[in-house]
């Protein structure tokens, strides 16, 4: 059996909870595997939205397990917040819920951290979302952190109180005021307790490689490929490796288990935060895009950074993970548009290239070519012969420029509105 992959090819955002969501009635396992409540997952269907953080977005289909795992940095009191939502929408969570013990726990010092650093960057602010989650991976890579089953050992009190002491010290050299962290951290606590009573901690690389043995698992990734902390746009990028590789890591699973590596992407780009975005537009048309398609950041509500598609980032990452196939997200959003651009390739200092550079104040100017927009509605549509041929000859545009499938196209946010090539 194998473990397919779902992966963001963009900054992030791209709609991978409700391609998760489409593709669970395959699968009796859905795993995420890097990433923390800085992610935002969105999923709508029968007239309700919800939006998760932490929990895979296979919760919605009620014979998925469902495990976090340790490539992923967890905020308890987020966790259970979740966990409270879902229950009080009548999503039950009781036993399907898998949480790995190697999985690193964020603290409220984390997130002070996060704030502290991010304002002493002043104008070279990367973007952060401010959940703690940079300050998690560094302590977890410097050796330092806390794990969630740390919280099962009777020394934990010990450790929480030596890694927050060691924060505060940070923070005071930072000036950085603390006077919240005492609330913060009497919810944090409440919430661990929860966790050790209501959620099933387990070695998920041993029970990830044990249902592997029964049937496929899905992969669920977080942020996008070109948010990578080794591939992305350095040093604007996440902590985490959002790449196909980083399943295999975080996850406990062996490259060879790898089966499809699903890509999802816009018909268009965003952006949320700091960073290079060679196809940005500051005018009405990316106005227009940000209005249409509802482009604000579903973590923090910040307005997204709108741009057309751009094949030479699109080409990389697709590149860097192995993509087998493409999920085209938003083409609704683009119904009114006159004229669709993509971008084919740069030109760099007089220079053109199709390669994405690794410079990333480089002067990039975007080479675009053009197409005729469908100018009609589409999200009735169910099946290919319900779309324009306008926008089929965009597809077929970016199968030849890829060289990977489209299979299928989003023509809305609802998990019915769904064009399955």
């Known amino acids: 059996m194998k473990i397919d992959v779902v992966i963001g090819l963009q900054w992030g955002d791209e709609g991978k909870g409700k391609i998760v969501d489409v593709l669970t009635p395959m699968y009796n396992v859905v795993a995420r595997f890097q990433g923390g409540p800085n992610a935002g997952h969105t999923l709508e269907f029968d007239g309700k939205k919800f939006v998760l953080h932490t929990i895979p977005s296979g919760i919605f289909r009620d014979k998925t397990t469902n495990i976090i795992g340790n490539g992923v940095v967890v905020d308890p009191t987020v966790l259970m917040g979740e966990v409270d939502n879902l229950n009080a929408a009548g999503v039950s969570t009781k036993g399907r819920i898998l949480l790995s013990k190697k999985a690193h726990l964020i603290l409220p010092t984390h997130r002070a951290l996060d704030a502290a650093q991010e304002t002493a960057k002043g104008g070279a602010k990367i973007g952060s979302t401010l959940k703690g989650i ?4 560094t302590d977890k890579t ?4 806390l794990r969630v089953g740390d919280v099962l050992h009777p020394d934990f009190d010990k450790k929480y109180g030596a890694l927050r002491q060691r924060h505060l010290a940070q923070l005071a050299q930072l000036s950085y005021p603390c006077s919240s962290l005492d609330d913060e951290e009497q919810r ?5 307790d929860r966790l050790r009573t209501e959620l099933t901690i ?3 690389e041993y029970e990830i490689n044990e249902l592997l043995k029964k049937g496929n698992i899905l992969a ?13 746009s350095y040093p604007f990028v996440t902590s985490s490796s959002t790449v196909c590789a980083g399943a295999c890591t975080g996850l406990g699973v062996a490259p060879r288990r790898i089966g499809e590596v699903i890509g999802i992407f816009k018909a268009y780009c965003t952006r949320v935060g700091s960073g290079p975005f060679p196809t940005e537009l500051h005018d009405e048309v990316g106005e227009q895009m940000r209005r249409q398609g509802n482009e604000f950041g579903s973590t923090t509500g910040r307005p997204r950074r709108c741009g057309w598609l751009d094949l030479v980032a699109l080409r990389y990452s697709i590149m860097v993970s192995g993509a087998t196939q493409l999920f085209m997200m938003k083409a609704d959003v683009m119904d009114s548009f006159d004229a669709v651009k ?6 760099i200092n007089g220079v053109t290239t199709d390669r994405y550079p690794y ?20 999200s009735d549509s169910r099946s290919e012969k319900d779309l324009p041929q306008e926008l089929l000859d965009y597809v077929k545009f970016i199968e030849e420029q890829t060289g990977v499938p489209v299979k299928f196209i989003s023509v809305g946010p609802d998990r019915k509105e769904t064009v399955l090539r």
């Open 359 to 378: 410079d990333t104040d480089a002067p990039v100017k975007p080479i675009y070519r053009e197409f005729k927009g469908w100018k009609k509605p589409i």
């Open 220 to 232: 669920e990734g977080a942020q996008g490929s070109m948010l990578d902390v080794d591939f992305g």
């Open 134 to 137: 940079g300050p998690t991976y």
């Open 188 to 192: 944090w606590r409440q919430s661990i």
């Open 142 to 145: 410097g050796r330092a952190g």
């Open 342 to 347: 993509v971008a084919v390739g740069y030109s």
């Open 202 to 204: 387990v070695d998920s």
